[in-house]
């Protein structure tokens, strides 16, 4: 957030004294989880702050940590980041070992990680912020699942912020044990209208009369909107003061509003707006070295578009990268492309996101639902992350092997290992019964009969080990 953005946070009374509440239940001794959830732009993220400043006063010790969409599915980034990150950590980043543990290792990364929260919550106070939950991956999920639990005889607040009805199952089914164990639930609605009144006086510098302040609930309560609405009112000139009151001196709306990002991206230079769609496709966080690969332009050539978007607060430098200002930003930047157009980018960030080392896993949901059938590198790098979440999150797994297969034709060469991929997926979930109508309906049409019959032979064997590590191995199992 930049400073021109901190208006004073209005109308969210009620729910920071229940957190206080808490906080003070924390202090005294026991530990807490509050889970805040809000749509995108409702001040999830501006309540977490307000939290973290809160904890700090009450003299906790802070940590926060925010999770990335389509990039978590292995990590525990916001987790970590909340533990070791920023200028004093909780913990030293020493003090654990091995970080990059396998994904069975996850157990024993997470009795390390709740025996060093102990250590440092028998000295002082802590608050753990985390943010947008709802892109967590099933190692986060774990953690949500146990740390909380193990760690409630000490003081130990968790601050917890989701967008509602999104996510991965078991990030779903950690918030919802959290919520029946009693954590504190904040929902968080559209602003009322003195709240309305309130940010338009901290923006316009004198409160609105009532004919503005009816065209701002039109904007819905959301504090982005709003933000942005009295902002643009302001910049373009729409609104005088020189009664003592904020009055529309036109009834225009602001382009601002009109047209948010489109219009926002449409004023840019076009080295800018084609930048800000491409980097819509590498996510909310990106490098200037993932632009260039994108762009297939020398990074000396982006340092001007890249300023204009940050002047513009379109971008904003995020630790060593750079992110776009808000999630609408960049759902709006990549709205602005037809779909085939966006599919096509969403596929090429893939190959460049993987070209710098991410993970299969990490770029999974991105590819299947760009690549196209037949796009043979898409179907490899998609079995591969099918085997790697095989453990941890089979269900996963066997969705993505069942998508996968659309991408793969008649007698394409991994349609058996995928087909196997799958029926073993099933089976660790405990969908034995699926797995085997899958396999005796699918196991036919799919394969020749060779194949088939390697496969079969393989359906008992996944039933009872854990699925196979190599996703492209050309023999049998
Ligand atoms: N109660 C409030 N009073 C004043 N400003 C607010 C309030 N809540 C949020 N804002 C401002 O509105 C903007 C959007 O809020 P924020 O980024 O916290 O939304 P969010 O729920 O985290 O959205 P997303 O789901 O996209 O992450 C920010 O500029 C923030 O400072
Ligand atoms: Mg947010």
């Given at each position: 957030m930049t400073a021109r953005n901190s208006v004073p946070l209005r109308g969210r009374d009620a729910e920071l004294a229940r957190i206080k509440r808490r906080?003070?239940?924390?202090?005294?001794?026991?530990?807490?989880?509050?889970?805040?959830?809000?749509?995108?732009?409702?001040?999830?993220?501006?309540?977490?702050?307000?939290?973290?400043?809160?904890?700090?006063?009450?003299?906790f010790r802070v940590g926060q940590g925010t999770e990335e969409p389509g990039r978590s599915v292995v990590e525990l980034e916001a987790l970590l980041n909340a533990l070791f990150g920023g200028d004093k950590p909780l913990l030293t980043r020493t003090s654990l070992h091995n970080l990059q543990v396998s994904a069975e290792q996850t157990f024993w990364l997470?009795?390390?990680?709740?025996?060093?929260?102990?250590?440092?919550?028998?000295?002082?106070?802590?608050?753990?912020?985390?943010?947008?939950?709802?892109?967590?991956?099933?190692?986060?999920?774990?953690?949500?699942?146990?740390?909380?639990?193990?760690?409630?005889s000490l003081p130990?607040?968790?601050?917890?912020?989701?967008?509602?009805?999104?996510?991965?199952?078991?990030?779903?089914?950690?918030?919802?044990?959290?919520?029946?164990?009693?954590?504190?639930?904040?929902?968080l609605g559209p602003l009322d209208t003195p709240a309305v009144a309130e940010i338009a006086e901290d923006i316009l510098g004198a409160p609105p009369d009532s004919d503005l302040l009816e065209k701002a609930t039109g904007v819905h309560g959301s504090p982005f909107l709003l933000t942005e609405f009295f902002?643009?009112?302001?910049?373009?000139?729409?609104?005088?003061?020189?009664?003592?009151?904020?009055?529309?001196?036109?009834?225009?709306m602001p382009q601002r509003i009109i047209d948010s990002v489109h219009g926002r991206l449409s004023r840019m230079s076009p080295a800018a707006k084609h930048l800000a769609t491409l980097a819509a496709s590498l996510g909310r966080r990106f490098t200037v070295r993932d632009l260039a690969d994108m762009s297939g332009t020398a990074v000396s050539e982006l340092v001007e578009p890249i300023q204009e978007l940050m002047d513009a607060d379109i971008f904003k430098e995020s630790d060593d990268r750079l992110a776009f200002g808000h999630d609408l930003i960049r759902e709006g930047a990549a709205a602005s492309s037809p779909t085939a157009v966006r599919r096509a980018l969403d596929r090429q960030a893939v190959d460049v996101l993987i070209a710098r080392g991410a993970l299969p896993v990490e770029v999974a949901v991105q590819l299947v639902d760009s690549a196209e059938v037949?796009?043979?590198?898409?179907?490899?790098?998609?079995?591969?992350?099918?085997?790697?979440?095989?453990?941890?999150?089979?269900?996963?797994?066997?969705?993505?092997?069942?998508?996968?297969?659309?991408?793969?034709?008649?007698?394409h060469l991994l349609r058996g290992p995928l087909v196997a991929a799958r029926v073993t997926s099933l089976f660790a979930a405990g969908l034995g019964e699926e797995g085997k109508r899958f396999a005796d309906?699918?196991?036919?049409?799919?394969?020749?009969?060779?194949?088939?019959?390697?496969?079969?032979?393989?359906?008992?064997?996944?039933?009872?080990?854990?699925?196979?590590?190599?996703?492209?191995?050309?023999?049998?199992?």
């Open positions: 906080l003070q239940e924390v202090a005294a001794g026991v530990g807490a989880v509050i889970v805040i959830e809000g749509r995108a732009g409702l001040g999830k993220t501006r309540l977490l702050e307000e939290c973290a400043a809160l904890a700090a006063e009450m003299s997470l009795q390390d990680i709740q025996s060093l929260i102990e250590g440092a919550a028998l000295k002082d106070r802590l608050a753990i912020c985390l943010d947008d939950l709802q892109w967590a991956g099933p190692r986060c999920a774990m953690a949500m699942g146990q740390l909380p639990y193990r760690l409630a130990v607040a968790w601050i917890l912020a989701f967008r509602p009805n999104q996510g991965i199952q078991p990030v779903l089914e950690a918030k919802n044990g959290l919520l029946d164990a009693g954590a504190e639930y904040i929902s902002r643009g009112l302001q910049d373009e000139g729409l609104v005088a003061t020189t009664t003592g009151q904020a009055t529309l001196v036109t009834d225009r037949g796009d043979d590198t898409a179907i490899a790098i998609l079995l591969q992350a099918a085997d790697d979440l095989g453990v941890t999150d089979p269900g996963m797994a066997a969705e993505l092997a069942t998508r996968t297969l659309d991408l793969a034709p008649d007698g309906s699918a196991l036919r049409s799919a394969l020749a009969p060779k194949e088939e019959a390697r496969v079969r032979l393989s359906v008992p064997v996944c039933s009872i080990f854990p699925p196979r590590s190599g996703p492209t191995k050309p023999e049998p199992r």
